[in-house]
Nanobody, 119 residues
């Protein structure tokens, strides 16, 4: 089993910045990918950014140039630095982790952290 603990959400004014973090713990062989998704009210959950254990990252077009995904040295914590935030970035942000167990790869979701961009 894998536990994900997210933090860093909150209320920020347009143009402001926030950094989200997600720490993974539990029993697994290694982490394959970590990422962030978001779901705005009335919309489907969408990809924001992902990063592999090799350090390769991918971003949604809406996040390119404004958001940066990174991990800590151990590779068990993923961060999402968000700059130049816009009202349309308002959403619940979910951490997503794919881990390799001995016999299979499994994906886990965090409970989500709310980001509200408003003046």
């Amino acid at each position: 089993q894998v536990q994900l603990v997210e933090s860093g959400g909150g209320l920020v004014q347009p143009g402001g910045s926030l950094t989200l973090s997600c720490a993974a713990s539990g029993s697994f062989f290694y982490i394959r990918t970590m990422g962030w998704y978001r779901q705005a009210p009335g919309k489907q959950r969408e990809l924001v950014a992902t990063i592999t254990n090799g350090g390769n990252s991918d971003y949604a077009d809406s996040a390119k140039g404004r958001f940066t995904i990174s991990t800590d040295g151990a590779g068990n914590t993923v961060y999402l630095e968000m700059n130049s935030l816009k009202p349309e970035d308002t959403a619940v942000y979910y951490c997503n982790v794919a881990v390799k167990h001995i016999t299979a790869t499994q994906t886990y979701w965090g409970k989500g952290t709310l980001v509200t961009v408003s003046s």
